[in-house]
């Protein structure tokens, strides 16, 4: 599995994310600075990592939608390529429309950061095919802008379509819509989530249930 993590201004999860993903594949990743024009040849996988993008000025992911590399991105999408935004990543796919809705304010306008347990609703995607169906993974959040919105329409053609891939389990931690926490685009190689899966890779975290979402993108490459 040959990976990109894409970074930008503000970036804070970059080198744990590198970290996740060479542990998993046994390839370091090509780390690509946000202003590049291109990406590397054959890439299986990208990966938006968290952080505040350009210090979250305007809103959150706003600017990183006008980055030199969004382009690329973007082509790579239409190709077929799978892409993973956590937190400020999934912030800027919304952003840059590759995936659907707004994520807003969250409900106590506060920065929530906890570890938060997380509902797997599809695990027929490339992001979660070694999870079970409705199996439960305790993941970190850290955030202050995860609070999700799709209008109804929107709303039932995700379910319809099995789009919401993560549900937070109980009450919503920021107030997101039917407890969304991580969805897909039509297509299924796309993965916005807000939970933080590289943050509790291994027992020396804290616990290992985020490295289900890797093993998952690396099985979907054997």
Known sequence: MKSAVIVFPGSNCDRDVAVALEKTSGKKPDMVW??????????????????FSYGDYLRCGAIANF?????????FVDKGGLVLGICNGFQILVESHLLPGA?????GLKFVCKDVEIRTENNQTAFTKKCDKGQVLRVPIAHHDGNY????????????????????VGESPNGALDNIAGITNKKGNVLGMMP?????????????????????LLSQFR
């Open 34 to 51: 946000h202003g590049e024009n291109s990406l590397p040849p054959g890439l299986d996988l990208i990966v938006l990592p968290g952080g």
């Open 67 to 75: 980055a030199n590399i969004m382009p690329s991105i973007k082509a």
């Open 103 to 107: 994520l807003m304010r969250n409900k």
């Open 196 to 216: 933080h899966p590289e943050r509790l890779f291994e027992p020396a975290l804290g616990g290992s249930d985020g490295k289900f979402i890797f093993d998952s």
């Open 149 to 168: 919105y799709i209008d109804a329409e929107m709303h039932k053609s995700m379910n319809d379509n099995g789009q919401i891939t993560f549900r937070y």
